[in-house]
């Protein structure tokens, strides 16, 4: 299996920056499977997933939900068994072309320099794509006023030990191994993931709660002048 991700630069500053991924070019290429799809595509039609016309081999789904402009492209390769899926229309184009890729990237030969060049399976994150989901980690608490501060400092710390990232893993003996290339070290990782989480969790919850319990009213001021006195 392959996956390609290239982001949207042009997302509407309106919608989630998670639109940035779901709108920009991503394409998965999984191998030999294609033969699967005309067995399904009776069910797959039922699901609204219909053939391309003049495109044989190809199909269209479109999220029916105006506010998500989502839609996926299936394509079966003629000259193989594999089967591709896009997020955009010209996915499947810029996956297959031949010219320029990512492999002359400055920052992807400079973080892939040193490790294993064969293994069971290979990952390269950009530092674009981790600074995109950093950034939208405080999207959903806007109503949480309280957590801003804490949001911002806590977007502000990852930014700093965010970049480009890639592993091979392998076989070694009878064991499973894997060799990365991180700007900080596993044990670092596994402590801002647990703090991402809970922050995460918070800032989604506490407008909620907040709706359902209500605003408190405001406190009533007294005029010294004219309180009673006992």
Not at 115 to 143: D, N
């Amino acid at each position: 299996m392959e996956i390609a991700i290239e982001l949207n630069p042009d997302r509407d500053p309106s919608m989630p920056t998670y639109m940035s991924l779901l709108t920009g070019k991503t394409v998965v290429r999984m191998n030999d499977i294609a033969d699967l799809i005309t067995q399904f595509t009776p069910m797959l039609a039922g699901a609204g997933l219909l053939p391309i016309e003049g495109e044989p081999g190809a199909y269209k789904f479109s999220s029916p939900n105006p506010q998500v402009p989502v839609s996926i492209f299936l394509y079966t390769l003629t000259d193989s068994n594999d089967l591709l899926l896009s997020l955009s229309e010209t996915g499947k184009d810029w996956f297959l072309d031949n010219g320029s890729s990512i492999g002359d990237s400055p920052e992807f030969l400079k973080i892939v320099e040193g490790l294993p060049t064969e293994g069971i399976s290979f990952m390269y994150t950009s530092k674009r794509l981790s600074e995109m989901q950093i950034a939208g980690l405080g999207e959903g608490a806007a109503e949480a006023k309280e957590l801003a501060p804490l949001l911002t400092t806590l977007e502000t710390f990852l930014k700093r030990y965010t970049g480009a990232q890639a592993a091979v893993s392998f076989i070694e003996g009878n064991a499973l191994r894997s060799t990365a290339r991180q700007p900080i070290s596993y044990k670092t990782n596994l402590a801002i993931s647990a703090g991402i989480v809970p922050a995460t969790l918070a800032a989604t919850i506490v407008p909620i709660m907040q709706k359902k319990m209500g605003t408190p009213p405001p406190a009533q001021e007294t005029d010294p002048d004219t309180s009673p006195i006992d």
